[in-house]
């Protein structure tokens, strides 16, 4: 048995058979494949609705790349202050958005509570030009501690983060575990319950090194498009990506 960590253990057999069967041939490059096109329409299917999705290899990337279409460089992300962005990132958000500051909120099991973060916005006070403006919070599902986030938990943080204009990112590493954990829908604990976008983790379920950017309105993400490819995670051969994804999504759903 081996329980340092998920990152240690090798991709799924059937994940590695489905690059190798795919190898053959040519495809046109940096997503313009059909692998890639049918694994978005399938991720349509499973959030039941038009979602945006942008494919990169690491988890690092997707958050810190969601975070710059959700931030300025001046202003505030709120996150726990265990989570994975602001602990063991190397201040990859803080790169990506051009100098966001992230503001961690303390909570048991690495949880972010609504009085916690009703009391954090209430803090950081409003003095124009002085104070830094928040304008995102980001929640990890599951946290880096194991526990989850019930879909009233995550309606309820949404909600305070809506009445202060803030977008909400949701660090989804190993969101399987989590939706497989609450019994509920990918929908139901996402949009549904007011999630902006998902940095959905395939990596940590049986996959390579793929994550994809979920997001839920698509013009929120229409950026995106110029973002990766200058952040170096627009890949050439991008039909790998999104085959490692779609031989890892049954895995995740097992």
């Known amino acids: 048995m081996f329980f340092a960590s998920d990152n240690g253990l090798g991709a799924s057999d059937k994940v590695m058979q489905a690059i190798s069967a795919a190898n053959g041939g040519a495809r046109l490059g940096y997503g313009n494949d059909d692998a890639t096109k049918a694994v978005v329409s399938k991720l349509c299917d499973l959030f039941e609705r038009e979602v945006g999705v942008y494919m990169v290899a ?4 997707a958050n810190g790349l969601a975070l710059s279409t959700m931030t300025p460089p001046w202003g505030i992300v709120l996150c726990h202050d265990e989570s994975h962005v602001i602990e063991d990132e190397c201040c990859g958000p803080e790169f990506f958005t051009g100098g966001a500051k992230l503001v961690g909120i303390q909570g048991r099991g690495a949880k972010i509570t609504a009085d ?4 954090t916005i209430a803090s950081l006070g ?13 929640i990890t599902q599951s946290t880096e501690l194991g526990q989850v986030y019930s879909v009233d938990e995550v309606k309820a943080l949404t909600a305070i983060a809506r009445a ?9 590493a190993r969101f399987a575990n989590a939706v497989a954990a609450l019994g509920c829908t990918p929908a139901e604990i996402t949009w549904k319950a007011g999630v902006d976008v998902l940095s959905f983790g395939s990596t940590k379920g049986g996959g390579l090194a793929c994550e994809a950017l979920i997001y839920f309105d ?4 229409a950026e995106m498009v110029r973002r990766r490819m200058r952040a170096g995670h627009l890949l050439s051969k ?10 890892a999504r049954p895995l995740a759903a097992e």
């Open 58 to 61: 690491t988890g690092t990337a």
């Open 116 to 119: 916690a973060l009703s009391a």
């Open 126 to 138: 409003r003095r124009v030009p002085h104070n830094a403006p928040i304008h995102a919070l980001s």
């Open 164 to 172: 202060n204009g803030l977008g909400v990112h949701m660090d989804g």
């Open 218 to 221: 698509p013009a929120k993400g």
């Open 238 to 247: 991008h039909r790998f990506l999104a085959i490692a994804a779609e031989a």
